[in-house]
């Protein structure tokens, strides 16, 4: 683990919270495990663990010691995340209780959602800077460059927050909704991108990207393929965006019931429509873009090969565009 001491994890929290190390030492773990792990990889996890453990006869050196700083901030705030719900209560012999006094009193659901929600956006987004921060020093960090965890991160054309966000008007840098979304760019790569790539193609620049070096000619190309992914992941993901599937149904997500101050709440089905609708024309308007790219410009990229008919499916329908 790499938190010891209350003063250790005190540094990346807000000043006013107050807590007993060992309260919160279980969720500590658990946000390691959970999240930083994953990231990571097995080896490099390991490896940045023995060197906290050692750093007092072996300093870390800069890199090491930034790579440690981005990690506990984000286990930090992860760990307060999961630790929230069960530091509202007491458990005793005879069940769960609160803490009231004539000072204090438990705070209202909609402050604790937004505490939760505050650490939990810290968190992700430090997890996010620790993947960054290891793409840029794979030269040191290269046991997380052969790990499966780096592969993962370069696999997709939409590989990180911030192209998410470059890319869609206020979509913000939500690595929460990053997450969400992947499956849905998978699909739209396999679906949309495959078909006018052709395999050659798309199967190089995939070896490339997960191998961090691809050519400035498959980069151009990358950046034309990328608004395509993002537009229609996000028509594609909408839907599943509002529900929850857990072991006892389907759950809709709706915010409504704690709302006594927070006005925020879920879209109607209408806005929703309308968002999905501006997607997929981007996303489609895009896809046509870079069909047209490829035939311009098909002597770059000895592994293309013209599809069929010189525009692409319409993803959706089934139906093709005719100009």
Same mark, same amino acid.
């Given at each position: 683990?790499?938190?010891?001491?209350?003063?250790?994890?005190?540094?990346?929290?807000?000043?006013?919270?107050?807590?007993?190390?060992?309260?919160?030492?279980?969720?500590?773990?658990?946000?390691?495990?959970?999240?930083?792990?994953?990231?990571?990889?097995?080896?490099?996890?390991?490896? !940045?663990?023995?060197?906290?453990?050692?750093?007092?006869?072996?300093?870390?050196?800069?890199?090491?010691?930034? &790579?440690?700083?981005?990690?506990?901030?984000?286990?930090?705030?992860?760990?307060?995340?999961?630790?929230?719900? $069960?530091?509202?209560?007491?458990?005793?012999?005879?069940?769960?209780?609160?803490?009231?006094?004539?000072?204090?009193?438990?705070?209202?659901?909609?402050?604790?959602?937004?505490?939760?929600?505050?650490?939990?956006?810290?968190?992700?987004?430090?997890?996010?800077?620790?993947?960054?921060?290891?793409?840029?020093?794979?030269?040191?960090?290269?046991?997380?460059?052969?790990?499966?965890?780096?592969?993962?991160?370069?696999?997709? $054309?939409?590989?990180?927050?911030?192209?998410?966000?470059?890319?869609?008007?206020?979509?913000?840098?939500?690595?929460?909704?990053? !997450?969400?979304?992947?499956?849905?760019?998978?699909?739209?790569?396999?679906?949309?991108?495959?078909?006018?790539?052709?395999?050659?193609?798309?199967?190089?620049?995939?070896?490339?990207?997960?191998?961090?070096?691809?050519?400035?000619?498959?980069?151009?190309?990358?950046?034309?393929?990328?608004?395509?992914?993002?537009?229609?992941?996000?028509?594609?993901?909408?839907?599943?965006?509002?529900?929850?599937?857990?072991?006892?149904?389907?759950?809709?997500?709706?915010?409504?019931?704690?709302?006594?101050?927070?006005?925020?709440?879920?879209?109607? &089905?209408?806005?929703?429509?309308?968002?999905?609708?501006?997607?997929?024309?981007?996303?489609? !308007?895009? !896809?046509?873009?870079?069909?047209?790219?490829?035939?311009?410009?098909?002597?770059?990229?000895?592994?293309?090969?013209?599809?069929?008919?010189?525009?692409?499916?319409?993803?959706?329908?089934?139906?093709?565009?005719?100009?």
């Amino acid at each position: 683990m790499l938190f010891k001491t209350t003063d250790e994890l005190r540094e990346y929290l807000p000043a006013n919270v107050t807590f007993q190390f060992g309260d919160v030492k279980p969720y500590l773990r658990q946000a390691e495990n959970r999240w930083l792990r994953r990231a990571l990889g097995e080896k490099e996890y390991a490896n !940045l663990q023995e060197k906290y453990e050692e750093r007092e006869t072996t300093p870390l050196n800069d890199t090491w010691q930034e &790579l440690l700083a981005l990690c506990q901030l984000a286990v930090a705030n992860l760990a307060f995340m999961l630790y929230i719900p $069960f530091g509202q209560v007491e458990a005793t012999s005879t069940g769960f209780k609160i803490s009231v006094s004539d000072t204090q009193k438990t705070a209202f659901e909609w402050q604790i959602r937004k505490l939760e929600a505050s650490f939990r956006d810290t968190g992700l987004a430090g997890l996010e800077d620790v993947l960054a921060f290891l793409e840029a020093h794979t030269e040191i960090f290269t046991d997380w460059k052969a790990s499966q965890a780096c592969t993962q991160y370069r696999e997709g $054309f939409v590989s990180t927050t911030e192209q998410l966000a470059y890319l869609i008007p206020n979509v913000g840098t939500s690595r929460r909704l990053f !997450l969400a979304l992947r499956p849905a760019f998978r699909s739209v790569e396999q679906r949309c991108i495959l078909p006018v790539l052709g395999k050659a193609l798309f199967q190089q620049l995939k070896e490339e990207m997960k191998a961090g070096n691809v050519s400035e000619a498959h980069q151009e190309l990358i950046e034309w393929i990328r608004p395509v992914v993002a537009h229609l992941a996000l028509a594609e993901g909408l839907d599943d965006l509002a529900v929850t599937l857990e072991d006892d149904g389907i759950t809709l997500f709706d915010n409504s019931a704690s709302r006594l101050v927070d006005s925020r709440g879920p879209a109607d &089905l209408q806005r929703v429509g309308l968002l999905r609708r501006k997607r997929e024309a981007d996303g489609y !308007l895009a !896809l046509q873009e870079l069909t047209q790219f490829l035939l311009m410009n098909g002597d770059d990229y000895p592994l293309y090969e013209a599809p069929a008919s010189p525009l692409p499916p319409n993803p959706t329908s089934g139906t093709f565009f005719t100009g």
